[in-house]
C-alpha cells in the first residue's frame, strides 16, 4: 500500500503553519513563547496502536515477535513487519485501518499466513486476525458461522462435534478467510461445490471503516466478489456464514503408490477417475526423479490421494482397470467416519520453501501431455525436498454454476493441475540449485500450457505469472474492477497482484 501523497501534504500543512508562526512573532516573542510554554512531545505512534489494541501489539523487541511474524512459506521470511497488530472485533480492525491511513504505514493482512505469494507479509504491519477465531453452528438452519480468524483445524472440530462437513482443504495451519474469499478447493468439491458456493453471507470492514455485513440480499454485488475474488482485496473480511450438510456416516480413503510401468498407470488412472461418481475426490500426484535415478530404474512415482463415499469393495471395482496394468507398491485403504477419515488425509503444512504454479484444465490430461510430462519429470536436477506435478479433480457440482454466477470463474474445468517445487535451508546456500529447480519447473509449466492449461488459481498466487489478472478471474475481470472500485477507491488494499 502506498499513500505518500496523503502522508506529504500533512507535513506540508505542518511545516507550514510552523513557518508562518515564526515570522509573524518575531525572534524575541517567539524565545519567550517558546520558554514560557513548551510544547509537550508527540505521541508515539506505536504506543498509539497499542492502545488501540488493547495492550496486543507485538514489537519486534517482545520476545514472541519471531515467531510470529514468520510465514508458512519461508520463502518470504525475510520481510520482517514493524509490528504485529492482533485484533479482537471489526471495530479494532476499522481503528487499526484508521491508524495506518493516520501514519501512512503500510500492512498486509493475515489469517493463516500461508500466501503462496507472500502476500501475508509486510515490511510496515501486519494486521493479525487469529484473535476472531470463533465458530458458531446453528442447529435450527444447518449454517455455521466462522469468524476470519479461524483455522481449518479449529473448524474441522466444531464441524465434526456437530456432525456436519462443508468443502475444506487439508492443511489444518491454513486459515479459513484466504480459503473461502479465493474460492476453496478440497476433497468435497465435486460432490458440494468449492467452498465459496457454500457461503450464505460475510462480514467485511472496507476501506471507509464500515463494518458490512453482505449477502445475495444486501450489497449482492460485493457479496458476489467476496465468492472467488480473493483475500484482502476489497475490505478485511472478519466473518462467514456457510451452509453445512451432513457428514458421512462412513468414508472410505486411500493412498495409494505405483512405481512400475507408472506412465500406463496415469493413463488408466485419469481414465478410471472421470468415470467415478461424484462422491470420488482425488489428487494424482507424479513425482519428479533426477536422470541419476532413471539410470538405475528409477520410475516418476504415481500417487492416488483421496476419499469415497462407497465401501472399500466399491473403490477397488472402480479403480480395477488402474490395477488391471500393474499392482500398486503400497495401498492403504480405510473404511472410517467423516472427521476420521480426515484425519487420515491431513497434510501437515509445515513452514518449508516452496513455489507452485497452477492452471485449469477443460479435459482430463491427454497421452501426449502426459508422456511430455513424464519426460520433464525424470529431468528433475534434485534439491533437498521433493518436487511434482499434481492435479486436483474438480468438475462435478462446480461447474453447475455459470462462470459469471461468483466470481470463482473457473466453472468449465475437470482439473487444477499444479507445479510444485519444493527445496530446503541448505539449498538456499547453492543458489544454482534453486536456479535449476526454478527452470525446470517453468519448463514443466509450459508443458503445461501447451497441452491445455488455462487459467491460474488465486488461492496459489504467483509472483512469477504473466498476465495474472486474466489468468485468475478470465471474463469476471472487469465486473471485480468495478467492485473495487465502488468499496476502495482509493486501494487502500493493495499488493503486488491485488486489482
Not at 90 to 107: G, H, T
Not at 357 to 369: E, K, M, N, V
Request: glycine letters at 12%; charged letters at 20%.
Amino acid at each position: 500500500m502506498h499513500r505518500s501523497g496523503a502522508f506529504s501534504r500533512r507535513a506540508l500543512l505542518v511545516g507550514g503553519a510552523a513557518s508562518a508562526g515564526a515570522a509573524l512573532v518575531g525572534p524575541g516573542l517567539a524565545e519567550e513563547a517558546t520558554t514560557s510554554a513548551p510544547l509537550a512531545p508527540a505521541p508515539d505512534r506505536w504506543d498509539s496502536l497499542n492502545r488501540l489494541t488493547d495492550g496486543a501489539l507485538l514489537r519486534p523487541t517482545d520476545a514472541r515477535f519471531a515467531n510470529e511474524a514468520l510465514p508458512n512459506n519461508l520463502r518470504y521470511r525475510h520481510i520482517r513487519p514493524e509490528g504485529i497488530a492482533p485484533c479482537a472485533s471489526p471495530q479494532m480492525v476499522a481503528d487499526v485501518l484508521r491508524w495506518c491511513r493516520d501514519y501512512d504505514v503500510p500492512f498486509a493482512l493475515r489469517g493463516g499466513g500461508h500466501s503462496y505469494g507472500g502476500y501475508s507479509s509486510s515490511r510496515g504491519l501486519v494486521i493479525d486476525l487469529s484473535p476472531m477465531n470463533g465458530i458458531d453452528y446453528d442447529a435450527a438452519t444447518g449454517q455455521v458461522r466462522v469468524e476470519a480468524g479461524a483455522l481449518n483445524h479449529e473448524v474441522y472440530a466444531a464441524l465434526r462435534e456437530a456432525g456436519r462437513m462443508i468443502t475444506h482443504g487439508r492443511c489444518p495451519s491454513v486459515g479459513v478467510a484466504g480459503f473461502l474469499l479465493g474460492g476453496g478447493i478440497g476433497f468435497n468439491m465435486r460432490r458440494l461445490g468449492v467452498g465459496c458456493d457454500l457461503l450464505t453471507g460475510a462480514q467485511i470492514v472496507t476501506a471507509d471503516g464500515r463494518v458490512r455485513d453482505v449477502s445475495a440480499e444486501k450489497e449482492p454485488e460485493l457479496f458476489w466478489a467476496l465468492r472467488g475474488g480473493g483475500g484482502g482485496i476489497f475490505g478485511v473480511s472478519t466473518a462467514f456464514t456457510l451452509r453445512t450438510v451432513p457428514a458421512d456416516e462412513r468414508l472410505t480413503v486411500f493412498r495409494i503408490v505405483w512405481r512400475d510401468r507408472t506412465l500406463d498407470i496415469a493413463k488408466a488412472l485419469f481414465t478410471a477417475a472421470e468415470m467415478a461418481p461424484l462422491s470420488f475426490g482425488s489428487r494424482i500426484a507424479l513425482g519428479g526423479v533426477t536422470p541419476a535415478l532413471v539410470q538405475k530404474g528409477r520410475q516418476v512415482p504415481v500417487t492416488l490421494l483421496g476419499q469415497f463415499a462407497g465401501s472399500p469393495d466399491e473403490l477397488i471395482r472402480l479403480l480395477a482397470p488402474v490395477y488391471a496394468v500393474a499392482a500398486p507398491d503400497f495401498a492403504d485403504i480405510k473404511q472410517l467416519p467423516y472427521w476420521e477419515g480426515q484425519d487420515f488425509l491431513v497434510e501437515a503444512g509445515e513452514p518449508g520453501w516452496y513455489r507452485e504454479r497452477s492452471a485449469f484444465l477443460a479435459a482430463a490430461p491427454t497421452a501426449a501431455f502426459l508422456e511430455a510430462s513424464f519426460q520433464r519429470l525424470q529431468q528433475w536436477p534434485g534439491t533437498g525436498a521433493q518436487s511434482s506435478l499434481f492435479f486436483f479433480q474438480t468438475g462435478g457440482r462446480i461447474n453447475e454454476k455459470a462462470p459469471d454466477e461468483t466470481a470463482f470463474v473457473h466453472r468449465q474445468t475437470r482439473w487444477l493441475a499444479v507445479v510444485g517445487a519444493n527445496w530446503s535451508e541448505d539449498d538456499n546456500l547453492r543458489p544454482e540449485v534453486t536456479r535449476r529447480a526454478f527452470e525446470w519447473q517453468d519448463d514443466l509449466f509450459a508443458t503445461l500450457g501447451g497441452h491445455g492449461g488455462r487459467g491460474a488459481f488465486v488461492n496459489f498466487p504467483d509472483p512469477a505469472l504473466g498476465d495474472w489478472r486474466r489468468r485468475y478471474y478470465g471474463t469476471n475481470l472487469d465486473r471485480l474492477m468495478q467492485v473495487k472500485l465502488a468499496v476502495d477507491p482509493n486501494n487502500v488494499f493493495h499488493f503486488q497482484q491485488s486489482l
